[in-house]
T-cell receptor, first 114, second 115 residues
Framework: AQKVTQAQTEISVVEKEDVTLDCVYE???????LFWYKQPPSGELVFLIR??????QNEISGRYSWNFQKSTSSFNFTITASQVVDSAVYFC???????????FGSGTQLTVLP | EPEVTQTPSHQVTQMGQEVILRCVPI?????FYWYRQILGQKVEFLVS????????KSEIFDDQFSVERPDGSNFTLKIRSTKLEDSAMYFC?????????????FGSGTRLTVV
């Protein structure tokens, strides 16, 4: 069985602060994929990043960075110098198996205050 | 940029009625999915569809649900006899081998309200 845990239900920061969203996953598969999606108030799901289980390199994309650590089964997401437009629900998700369906975490509501 | 299109964006239906939610996946994608998100909760997998048949389904996807790809472009989710607890946002998604690094493309969702 697969499981994704996002222990932080809500986080509130002031603009320009850095914020890290935690994600811990469980799977018995040796090949799997990890994702982060953003869900703004408008409701759509916006793809941010995908990592496979064989690639533990951290990744940076602008103000976003991701820290993948297999030893702790974690895939954390950091936003540097947060902006009000970053306010959204962020979902971590895990994919494995032949059909590659996603198992989502419960999400973290991030509020960035001006 | 290619999009997954879902219609309608909102649907209100009476309990016990049948509803069909429609999706047009990205044309060269081979895997199609339906997910559900009850308000304020996480996104849950319902069903995946590949090669014109269901490849995986969750416990939520019971006999009240069915999927179809009737004409090679549309991908539909039918709920035969809706219940109040079926009220949710339903997302369609598609993906294809060789492009998994791009993630799955989700549609903007259909908000279903059962009254």
């Amino acid at each position: 069985a697969q499981k994704v845990t996002q222990a932080q239900t809500e986080i509130s920061v002031v603009e320009k602060e850095d914020v890290t969203l935690d994600c811990v996953y469980e799977t018995r598969d040796t090949t799997y994929y990890l994702f982060w999606y953003k869900q703004p108030p408008s409701g759509e799901l916006v793809f941010l990043i995908r990592r496979n289980s064989f690639d533990e390199q951290n990744e940076i994309s602008g103000r976003y960075s991701w820290n993948f650590q297999k030893s702790t089964s974690s895939f954390n997401f950091t936003i540097t110098a947060s902006q009000v437009v970053d306010s959204a629900v962020y979902f971590c998700a895990l994919s494995s198996g032949s059909a590659r369906q996603l198992t989502f975490g419960s999400g973290t509501q991030l509020t960035v205050l001006p | 940029e290619p999009e997954v299109t879902q219609t309608p964006s909102h649907q209100v239906t009476q309990m016990g009625q049948e509803v069909i939610l429609r999706c047009v996946p990205i044309s060269n994608h081979l895997y199609f999915y339906w997910y559900r998100q009850i308000l304020g909760q996480k996104v849950e997998f319902l069903v995946s569809f590949y090669n014109n048949e269901i490849s995986e389904k969750s416990e939520i996807f019971d006999d009240q649900f069915s999927v179809e790809r009737p004409d090679g472009s549309n991908f539909t989710l039918k709920i035969r006899s809706t219940k109040l607890e079926d009220s949710a946002m339903y997302f369609c998604a598609s993906g294809t081998p060789g492009q998994w690094s791009l993630g799955y493309t989700f549609g903007s969702g259909t908000r279903l309200t059962v009254v």
